[in-house]
């Protein structure tokens, strides 16, 4: 058995992974928010993360040449994507970053970040259970 | 490391927003300044903010923010305030004072809107430290 390199600790650790990314992202938007004809960037990362978990029970192409369709990602494979959003703009001098918004997503990270740090912390708890045959 | 990042991005918006704030207190000090060392009455400035992007390439995950930047501090130069005075000592032959571009209205505005964006600054610059204390605490439970 693996046990460190478990799908759940692969997924928390690039949980944690995403949501420093994250907080980079928004501290930047939120550091540009009187930049003239800046556009703010998002992280993409929980969609994928769950069409490649959805995606492990279907038939899995084997993709070994080039010209091949790729098969689908695994979840071990999934990255975090920073995105920019060029299409919009909420001022006259053309900056796109609503404070507002950006503010509940600094808010919503940090408790995600927070959230997986716990569950990653009880599976090592766990394991240091069974690791000391369960006396604690 | 990722999260030191954001701390020094957020970093880098107050040192931005703190020098725009400056620039008010300097344009509301000097709203009725008539001489300057470059002559005339003073010019009301103004801070231009700029992206700052990485120069490296090839970072980790493709991102390269990195803050925001002063790219410059320039002048305005709208024209001056003009006061009928003939009694003060820099009026021009036609008895008017040339006084400083300066809107206090305009200023204040500005003024607060760099407070606010300080402040929107330090919230998230707490909330990248409480996630770099909660790291330290992994694996310790």
């Known amino acids: 058995m693996r046990v460190f390199s478990n799908n759940t600790m692969q997924i928390l650790a690039k949980a944690l992974d995403t949501a420093s990314l994250r907080q980079s992202v928004l501290a930047h938007n939120i550091a540009n928010v009187n930049t003239p004809g800046y556009k703010r960037s998002y992280v993409v990362f929980e969609e994928s993360l769950q069409k490649a978990l959805g995606k492990n029970k279907g038939i899995i192409l084997a993709g070994d040449k080039p010209g091949h369709i790729r098969p689908p990602q695994t979840a071990a494979e999934v990255r975090p994507v920073v995105e920019t959003d060029r299409n919009t703009s909420l001022r006259q001098d053309g900056n796109n970053v609503d404070i507002d918004a950006e503010m509940v997503q600094v808010a919503m990270n940090s408790i995600n970040y927070n959230a997986a740090a716990s569950q990653l912390n009880s599976r090592l708890g766990i394991l240091r259970y069974v690791i000391n045959d369960g006396r604690r | ?141």
């Open chain 2, 1 to 141: 490391m990722r999260l030191f990042n954001s701390l020094a991005i957020s970093a880098t918006g107050l040192t931005a927003e703190r020098l725009r704030m400056d620039l008010i207190s300097s344009n509301i000090a000097n709203i009725n300044t008539t001489r300057t060392a470059e002559g005339g009455p003073y010019r009301r400035k103004v801070a231009v903010f700029a992206e700052q992007l990485e120069q490296a390439l090839g970072s980790r995950q493709g991102y390269r923010g990195k803050g925001v930047q002063v790219a410059a501090i320039v002048q305005d130069n709208s024209p001056d305030k003009l006061v009928y005075d003939p009694s003060h000592p820099d009026a021009d032959p036609q008895g008017y004072v040339h006084l400083p571009n300066i809107n206090i209205v305009t200023e204040m505005v500005d003024l607060i809107t760099a407070t606010r964006s300080y402040e929107a600054n330090v919230t998230v610059l707490n909330a990248g430290k409480a996630m770099a204390m909660k790291a330290l605490e992994i694996g310790r439970g």
